[in-house]
């Protein structure tokens, strides 16, 4: 099966099966995994390894993990391993629903870090040691050096942490991929180090290959399985109206002269209205686009197809099935038009600052005066994470926080009194878009603020109390007007929706 995959002699006779590769994790260990938004995640050895938890919990004995990544994965990795009760601590970024269920319950801990800071808190010692590593490649040269997969996460800094190395040859990941990666290899620790030398998003500055010491090699296991490839949603209504409102947008900086016909390099969050903002672009006047984000959707590749867009600089795919084989099929149309990257350069903020990026990314909840809550609802239950939404909005040129106004066939309000946690304060962010309108926040007061995102983002269910309430405030507050609040009823729309399902 190694085929022109496997073509280290010593590595090849490290190749065993998955069951065998896990045992080579032991109970309380730290584990790093390749996998960002389920893409690139090893396959077969979670699976194994989920195995022997669950017969060592059937014999009475303790047996978990800490699990680190690049972001989310996928149900063949953290979900079979909080299926068996396996994970003590997760880090930085999940998706899968049971293991949420768990870190809300308190099962599992869970550090919820900015996805650029990972890599660097890794190497500064801040998590603790890293016991084995466990990485997806699509093929291991004569010369020990790894061709990554579809995508590149944190898996330079798992390799080289790492005490034991166990390596997945997925054979179902094209063997094209060689020349897709740029590996940075300069980061350096404080006080050596140096500015990253990025100036354009297809700029190569690093390796096509992973590097790996073959003498921490313990096991290499061979796979043909698939990534976790979601399917699109069409987009919707809503959706499609904030895309509306974001385009035109665009067009109203490029005729003030604040951008250029073909923008600044785009940032797009996983989602239905990132996938409708890029569909939306197809349709716009704007050409020779760049993109420099974390993951790669399916409108990307449909940008890249018509021509609107140029070249694309990620740290992973996060495809539907149709969008994973439409690349896989045609890899090399895409070459050269796609890069793809560590997670410490893809998200971070030098680059970011510097390319000047237009960010856009979803978000939970904000309040009137443009604080925004992208991971926890009502306060305490986290829904998946920060992710590299703070990397890109904090740094970026121009940044948009989007969200339809509602949930929960309207129980919910997206624009509250105040919201409920702060992951991205006021001063991070600048243009707020639900289906019923814009508010752009920059340069104005936190009053003028509130105005324009109760007036223009608010659902009409909703308006009239926020203006109340807004009005309440600043009459009950005269000695407080900067930022008034009424702090008695501050977070009573939240305390109503968790007492009655309902706001």
């Known amino acids: ?73 996928a149900p063949d990795l953290d979900g079979v391993l909080a299926g068996a009760h396996g994970v003590s601590k997760r880090l930085p970024y999940n998706g899968d629903p049971l293991l949420r269920q768990q870190i809300n ?112 090699v313990v096991a290499v296991v061979e796979t043909d399985q698939p990534d976790r490839n979601s399917p699109l949603r069409p987009i919707d209504d809503d959706s499609r109206a904030m895309a509306d409102l974001l385009v035109d947008f665009l067009r109203h900086e490029v005729r003030n002269d604040r951008l250029h016909s073909s923008l600044l390099p785009l940032q797009a969050g996983v989602g239905n209205v990132a996938n409708a903002v890029l569909a939306g672009l197809q349709d ?56 793809l990257r560590p997670q410490e350069i893809s998200n971070h903020p030098e680059v970011v600052r510097r390319l000047g990026l237009i960010a856009i990314n979803g978000m939970v909840e904000a309040d009137i005066y443009g604080n925004v809550n992208s991971t926890h609802v009502a306060g305490s239950s986290i829904v998946n994470g920060i992710g590299g939404s703070g990397d890109f909005a904090r740094n970026a040129y121009l940044n948009f926080f989007v969200s339809a106004s509602t949930a929960k066939g309207g129980a919910i309000s997206s624009i509250v009194p105040f919201v409920s946690h702060v992951d991205h304060t006021e ?52 000695g407080a007007m900067h930022t008034p609040h009424l702090l008695g009823e501050a977070l009573s729309w939240h305390r109503s929706y968790v007492e009655t399902g309902h706001m």
């Open 427 to 478: 001063h991070d962010v600048q243009v707020v878009i639900t289906e019923q309108g814009l508010a752009d926040l920059r340069g104005i007061s936190p009053r003028a603020r509130a105005r324009k995102i109760i007036d223009n983002c608010a659902h009409p269910d909703y308006r009239d109390r926020l203006a109340d309430y807004f009005e309440r405030a600043q009459r009950e507050r005269p």
């Open 284 to 339: 716009a006047e704007f050409e020779h686009l760049t993109a420099y984000t974390e993951t790669i959707q399916d409108g990307l590749l449909d940008l890249l197809d018509s021509g609107k867009l140029i070249g694309v600089s990620s740290t992973s795919f996060g495809l539907s099935e149709e969008g994973a084989q439409r690349f896989n099929d045609d890899i090399h149309h895409y070459k050269g038009r796609i890069l």
């Open 105 to 216: 319950s308190g099962e599992v801990e869970y550090v919820d870090v900015h996805l650029s800071h990972v890599a660097q808190h890794s190497w500064f010692g801040f998590y603790g040691d890293l016991d084995v590593a466990v990485v997806e490649v699509a093929a291991i040269l004569p010369n020990g050096l790894l061709v990554p997969t579809s995508s590149v996460g944190n898996n330079k800094t798992w390799l080289e942490n790492a005490d034991k190395v166990i390596l997945e040859v997925n054979h179902w990941q094209p063997r094209g991929f060689e020349g897709f990666h740029d590996i940075y290899y300069g980061t350096r620790l404080p006080p050596q180090r140096a500015p990253i030398q990025l100036t354009t998003p297809m700029q190569r500055i690093g390796d096509p290959y992973l590097r790996v010491d073959p003498d921490k």
């Open 1 to 73: 099966m190694t085929g022109d995959r496997i073509l280290d002699r010593k590595l090849g006779w490290r190749v065993v099966s998955a069951a065998e590769a896990a045992e080579q994790i032991r109970p309380g260990e730290t584990v790093g995994f390749s996998g960002f938004t389920g893409a690139g995640h090893p396959k077969a050895v979670p699976a194994a390894l989920a195995e022997r938890m669950r017969s060592a919990h059937e014999r009475g004995e303790e047996f978990r993990i800490q699990a680190w990544t690049g972001a989310s994965t």
